[in-house]
T-cell receptor
Framework: DAGVTQSPTHLIKTRGQHVTLRCSPI?????VSWYQQVLGQGPQFIFQ???????GRGNFPDRFSARQFPNYSSELNVNALLLGDSALYLC????????????????FGPGTRLTVL | TQLLEQSPQFLSIQEGENLTVYCNSS?????LQWYRQEPGEGPVLLVT?????EVKKLKRLTFQFGDARKDSSLHITAAQPGDTGLYLC????????????FGQGTELSVKP
């Protein structure tokens, strides 16, 4: 079975531009989460979507937005790019949304390396 | 504010040595996961622990969740060069199950 796939693998943009990153979850998984990982740090939570609805949002500006499609794939959009947006963007899929009783085991894709010049 | 503190941040050892990585917090987590990440790739899930005091073994790796579910440790026995990588702990809180809070990672280098 295919794991989580992300596209593109690498992307170079200039300040002020807009970018769209794509993610396909593991077959059967209904939840997709997005994380930003800056070099030398652990991933930081951006969004979670479950059954096409936003379930959680991290501490990121409104320039960041996302959506989930009926086939559970997802897009992350970032507008008005800043140099500080350069990072590895990770998508993770999980079977369910996760809660107090059900541990939210998340499986990560290979990431999209975004460089903003 | 770093909710999960990992230590050490860097570790360089010889093949065959043992090591322990710690993940500490003042917060209670409903579950905690350990991942291993190689350069340019996404984190790979190693284990999930959910019960206070739980111990799980994965070959030469032993994971423990603290009794109060605020801390965890990863112990590697007889480390091998293939164990080299970034080890990340990530916790989930009961009311925010979809959000994983990551530590800053422990960069492990095992030299032959």
């Amino acid at each position: 079975d295919a794991g989580v796939t992300q596209s593109p693998t690498h992307l170079i943009k200039t300040r002020g531009q807009h970018v769209t990153l794509r993610c396909s979850p593991i077959s059967g998984h209904k939840s997709v989460s997005w994380y930003q990982q800056v070099l030398g740090q652990g991933p930081q939570f951006i969004f979670q979507y479950y059954e096409k609805e936003e379930r959680g949002r991290g501490n990121f500006p409104d320039r960041f937005s996302a959506r989930q499609f009926p086939n559970y794939s997802s897009e992350l959009n970032v507008n008005a790019l800043l140099l500080g947006d350069s990072a590895l963007y990770l998508c993770a899929s999980s079977l369910l949304a996760g809660g107090a009783i059900t541990p939210n085991e998340q499986f990560f894709g290979p990431g999209t390396r975004l460089t903003v010049l | 504010t770093q909710l999960l503190e990992q230590s050490p941040q860097f570790l360089s050892i010889q093949e065959g040595e043992n090591l322990t990585v710690y993940c500490n917090s003042s917060s209670v987590f409903s579950s905690l996961q350990w991942y291993r990440q190689e350069p340019g790739e996404g984190p790979v899930l190693l284990v999930t622990v959910v019960t206070g005091g739980e111990v799980k073994k994965l070959k030469r790796l032993t994971f423990q969740f603290g009794d109060a579910r605020k801390d965890s440790s990863l112990h590697i026995t007889a480390a091998q060069p293939g164990d080299t990588g970034l080890y990340l702990c990530a916790g989930a809180k009961g009311n925010q199950g979809g959000k994983l809070i990551f530590g800053q990672g422990t960069e492990l280098s095992v030299k032959p």
